[in-house]
């Protein structure tokens, strides 16, 4: 790709290009969010515990940690459009390797095929996150990557309906059968609903190898972040990423928003089953916190940079998540259930504000900052599973104290949403202070 500095293009002159990056950030938003759908489905069908479950989650989130600094090689070699364009292929590899993994039913294989998704949706996000974060004025950078959200989220509100409707419709009566059949019976019970991921990911496979060549062929406009800022920076003599602290705050801000947001979407599911709703009823959950979500950004599209600035977003966003965790743990059934499709309200603006926010300033670093941050979405493998496995060592303790199985599941999950209050008090600090400090020493 060529070194080209080019002068930052504004938003109106711009329109297709913000219209094709929205289409990716759909199709990404689709595929992460059917996990919701799939953690209680594969606890069903592979026999798992809470903690092992969540794993769906760790294994679309680690490759972000695996993948992020080689792909942003990889783009740095190929360009922004290849790269988006291979990030789809092997998003639509992962999800061929869904069809042996029903057909053997054996959970490594699962994983296998989800990684590798992330090991693509990795380059979509390092592709198009920095670009539409440049792809006009960076004070306004929160309100593109706001509009980026919508699409985000409605694709995931999409996916979680559908793939909810095909993996756990029928779920309760298949797991009630499975208390009274026999070895074999119960093999047969499990292959078959395991064969049910077959057609929805070999249809989503061919969907992605399509848009991948298509997206070959968009008109997007070609733009190069990291000399261009530098040459605005004339005061910067900063020689590696090491020198800017308020990068590496922002990476974690980011890593435990990313873990906060993938709690409030991919557990409230398997959260509203531990309370005593059917299957046929928490299926639903995850499209209350997504739609929470769509509104809160389409506000952000309005709001800011008009009104309000984007670090005012980003501090009330963390109230509000400190409030409505607080809720959580507070109340019961479907008050509780609400409370965390509420943290959607809480989680929208807050991605859109920490991305401007950390790479403000950094020049030449832009690229290696913008790898950072999307490593920082291994948030999402890593605090997820520590829920879960809080929830596991508490039903136990609660069991051996004598309480009931169902009284004990219900209040293990309930109560380990405590650890979204120390993520919500870090990203308040990063929102207050942390963004600030440029350098080490002033």
């Known amino acids: 790709m060529a070194n080209t500095a080019v002068s930052t293009p504004k938003l109106s002159s711009n329109a297709l290009a913000i219209i094709i990056i929205a289409g990716l950030f759909f199709i990404f938003g689709f595929v992460t969010w059917i996990n919701g759908a799939l953690i209680p489905f594969m606890k069903t069908i592979n026999e798992l515990t809470d903690a092992q479950s969540y794993l769906v989650a760790s294994a679309s989130y ?39 993994a029903a057909e053997a039913r054996t959970y490594s294989v699962f994983l296998t095929g989800i990684f590798i998704q992330g090991v693509g949706m990795t380059l979509l996000q390092t592709a198009s996150n920095p670009y539409i974060t440049i792809l006009g ?25 559908i793939f909810g409707a095909i993996l756990l419709s029928g779920i309760d009566d298949v797991k009630a059968k499975l208390l009274s059949v026999s070895v074999v019976e119960k093999d047969q019970l499990l292959n078959t609903m395991a064969d049910s991921v077959v057609t929805p990911y070999l249809v989503m496979a ?43 705050l922002g990476v974690l801000a980011l890593f435990l928003y990313v873990g906060a947001e993938v709690i409030a979407g991919d557990t409230i599911i398997s959260y509203g089953i531990s309370l005593g709703f059917s299957s046929e009823e928490a299926k639903y ?12 950004y389409a506000l952000g599209v309005f709001l800011i940079p008009k009104y309000i ?14 409030v409505f965790s607080c809720c959580i743990i507070s109340t019961t059934g479907m008050t509780s259930v609400l409370f965390v499709a509420a943290l959607g309200i809480s989680n929208a603006l807050v991605w859109p504000a920490i991305w401007p926010l950390t790479l403000d ?12 941050l999307v490593m920082a979405i291994s948030g ?30 219900a209040h293990a999950a309930t109560s380990s949403y405590w650890i979204l209050i120390p993520c919500y008090a870090f990203i308040l600090f990063f929102a207050l202070w942390g963004h600030t400090y440029k350098s080490w020493s002033k």
Do not use: C
């Not at 080689?70 to 291979?86: E, Q």
């Not at 977003?313 to 400190?322: C, E, F, P, Q, T």
């Open 380 to 409: 999402g493998a890593i605090i997820p599973p520590l829920y879960g496995k809080f929830v596991d060592i508490q039903k136990v303790t609660l069991l051996s104290e004598g309480m009931p199985e169902t009284q004990a599941v």
């Open 62 to 100: 680690i490759s972000f940690v695996v993948m992020a600094l080689p792909a942003s090689y990889i783009i740095n070699r190929i360009g922004y459009k290849k790269g988006m364009s291979l990030g789809l292929f092997i998003m639509g590899v992962g999800a061929l390797v869904f069809i042996p």
């Open 137 to 161: 004025p960076l004070e306004s950078a929160a309100k593109r990557i706001a509009i980026m959200g919508i699409a985000n989220k409605v694709a995931g509100a999409l996916g979680s309906l």
């Open 206 to 248: 061919i969907v992605l190898f399509v848009l991948g060549f298509l997206i070959r062929k968009a008109p997007l406009p070609n733009l190069e972040s990291g000399e261009h800022e530098e040459e605005t920076d004339t005061k910067s003599t900063k020689s590696h990423v090491f020198q800017f602290p308020h990068l590496w």
């Open 309 to 322: 600035k984007q670090r005012t977003a980003l501090i009330v966003s963390a109230l509000l998540g400190i």
């Open 285 to 296: 959950f995850t499209t209350y916190t997504l739609l929470a979500m769509v509104l809160t």
């Open 361 to 372: 300033g950094l020049g030449k670093f832009t690229k290696t900052g913008s790898a950072l």
